[in-house]
């Protein structure tokens, strides 16, 4: 069965960092493509970073140079370092497998 399970969020000041987590099981992450999205109170999900089978990473122009996605294979798990948050980061955030299975989420709160 195909689950992703994120971690790591939380509460945190801004110009502070975070490193979410998520876990995967039921495939490897040798053969997927895992994105993050995330959702902020009253809007749409949106796409923030995602990392492919490759190592081929991308980014949300929101979010370049402050958030870096990167995969551990060994460990099931892809990480979402999270740097210089701000406010506008605050949002749920997601993770996904290529296929349409997503996680439960956890929230992200950037003070001012």
């Known amino acids: 069965q195909v689950q992703l399970v994120e971690s790591g969020g939380g509460l945190v000041h801004s110009g502070g960092s975070l490193r979410l987590s998520c876990v995967v099981s039921g495939f490897t992450l040798d053969y997927s493509t895992i994105t993050w999205f995330r959702q902020a109170p009253g809007s749409e999900r949106k796409w923030v970073a995602g990392?492919?089978?490759?190592?081929?990473?991308n980014y949300a122009d929101s979010v370049k140079g402050r958030l870096t996605i990167s995969v551990d294979n060994a460990n099931n798990t892809v990480y979402l370092q999270m740097n210089s948050l701000k406010p506008e980061d605050t949002a749920v955030y997601y993770c996904?497998?290529?296929?349409?299975?997503w996680g439960q989420g956890t929230q992200v709160t950037v003070s001012s």
């Open positions: 996904k497998k290529s296929t349409g299975n």
């Open positions: 990392i492919t089978s490759g190592g081929t990473t």
